[in-house]
Structures are given as C-alpha cells and as structure tokens.
C-alpha cells in the first residue's frame, strides 16, 4: 500500500465494497466513532491532481482512497473533476435499505469545461444517503445535520484506455495493428 505509515499485518488488502466504503468508513467517519484500523486519510483532495495522490492517498494497486469534506468546487491545479451519469444508490445487502449514494467524475485537464481534456481518471464518490443522515443526527442532538453531511470518501484510479475489460495491447500487437491492410504483402514461413 502507499507510504502511509499504517501498521497493518502481511498480506493485508483493501478491497471494500461500496457497502462498505459507506457503512463501515465513512458512517463512522461522520458520526466521530472510531474505525480500526484507521487507514483512510483525510485529503482535501482538489488541490491535488489525480496523478498526485500517490503517498497522499491510501492506495491499493490502482486505486486510492482518502475522506474528503463534501465540495460543490472540484478544480485541481491543472483540471477538473466533472460529474457523469446520474447519483447511484448504495443499497444494504442486509436490510436492503439504500445507505449512501455513490457518483462518478471524470478528470479532465484544463480550465474551462469547453477546453478541457478528458483523461481515464475516474472518481467515485460516496456520500452518506440523506435519510440515514437525518436519522442519526436526530438521535446525536449535539450533533447538527450539516456536520454529518460534510465527509465524503473517494475512490480514485486510472482506467486502462476506453476499453472497460482492463486489457492492455503490447507494442507488438499495436504495430501488427498499425499495418492494417500491409499484412497481405508480409509472408509467413512454411511449417
């Protein structure tokens, strides 16, 4: 994992679901309950450009992880993060309940949204479903709703070109690709 500092056993591997990326992390998160282990950072992500996050995030293979308080502005120093597709509900496998929404951005550089350059950097996003939010903070009167509402956690990483299987081509395989319609004029040995 990343340069975090963290003491974890060998062979340990974050791979959450998004269950519980926000049932277990970030409902903890926003209700001040502690989490062990305490792996997640707290990143105040926009300054930092996607390819930055490296030692700064918690990472795992390609993907990072941190919390980050929630932001209408999601400009770094070179782009911006802008929204796709609609918010999609994060549902309990236990009580099938939604308990988060989970939205994606993609990255794209530039400064303007007309001039900007999309990239393969994808951002999830979660945040914690504003029913549950109301509940807890009714129970928690110390606590207003806003407080609750303000941590989201992110999940960030680089697809591996426009192809969604995560298969890459060799150098090989693109130059045979490269030479389109020359294949006829190349001959292969007899064996």
């Known amino acids: 994992m990343g340069d975090n500092n963290v003491n974890l056993p060998p062979g340990f591997r974050f791979y959450p679901t998004d269950e519980e990326l926000v049932v277990h992390f970030l409902h903890r998160k926003a209700s001040l309950l502690p989490c062990h282990p305490d792996v997640i950072p707290d990143l105040e992500v926009y300054p930092y450009d996607p390819w930055e996050l490296d030692g700064r995030a918690l990472a795992e293979g390609n993907q990072w992880y941190y919390y980050s308080r929630r932001t209408q502005n999601r400009v770094t120093g070179n782009g911006y993060w802008k929204p796709t597709g609609i918010e999609e509900p994060v549902v309990s496998s ?10 994606y ?7 303007a949204p007309a001039a900007g350059i999309k990239t393969n ?32 956690i ?19 395989d693109e130059v045979f690709l490269s030479l389109d319609d020359d294949l006829d004029e190349i001959s292969l040995p007899n064996y």
Do not use: A
């Not at 951005?105 to 400064?111: A, I, K, P, Q």
């Not at 109301?134 to 606590?143: A, F, G, V």
């Open 105 to 111: 951005f993609v990255f794209h550089v530039g400064e």
């Open 154 to 172: 992110c999940r960030v990483y680089e697809r591996n070109g426009d192809d969604d299987n995560g298969t890459e081509l060799s150098c090989l």
């Open 121 to 152: 950097w994808i951002m999830q996003e979660y945040r914690l479903s504003d029913s549950s939010s109301s509940t807890r903070s009714s129970k928690r009167k110390s606590q207003p709703k806003i407080e609750y509402n303000k941590w989201v």
């Open 94 to 103: 236990t009580s099938n309940k939604r308990v988060g929404m989970k939205k």
